[in-house]
């Protein structure tokens, strides 16, 4: 068997994972059956496109709030905690300290996001 050698690690959102394994599907006309589950799995759980996922982690990369991290903006673009609660549960087996304030200011720039969401349901 071949040895595989990892070029880069780069973390990606949901969306992106969905919209990768439709590329796969697309071009090979059929995926494997533990690619079909993955695909089943994120039919029910994506909330957003990955075009409005990427509009999100831009909005919170603007933020410019220290110590916040890529894998840390892709699992709120996941998620999209709704309050405070929902936001540290997030970060709570993470070393990285956010201070109160920047918690709101996230909290508020995924706000339109959610809402976005609850109404096409």
């Given at each position: 068997m071949a040895s595989i050698k990892l070029m880069q690690e780069a973390p990606i959102s949901l969306s992106e994972l969905k919209e990768k394994i439709h590329e796969v599907e697309a071009r090979d006309n059929e995926i494997s059956f533990r690619a079909n589950k993955v695909k089943d799995y994120l039919n029910k759980i994506v909330k957003l496109d990955m075009k409005t996922a990427s509009e999100l982690k831009q909005k919170l990369l603007s933020l410019d709030i220290p110590r916040l991290k890529d894998r840390q903006i892709i699992k709120i673009t996941d998620i999209l905690p709704e309050d405070?609660?929902?936001?540290?549960?997030?970060?709570?087996?993470?070393?990285?300290?956010?201070?109160?304030e920047n918690l709101e200011k996230i909290v508020e720039a995924v706000k339109p996001f959610t809402q976005k969401q609850k109404s096409k349901k």
């Open positions: 405070l609660e929902e936001l540290r549960a997030i970060f709570m087996g993470e070393v990285t300290t956010i201070t109160q």
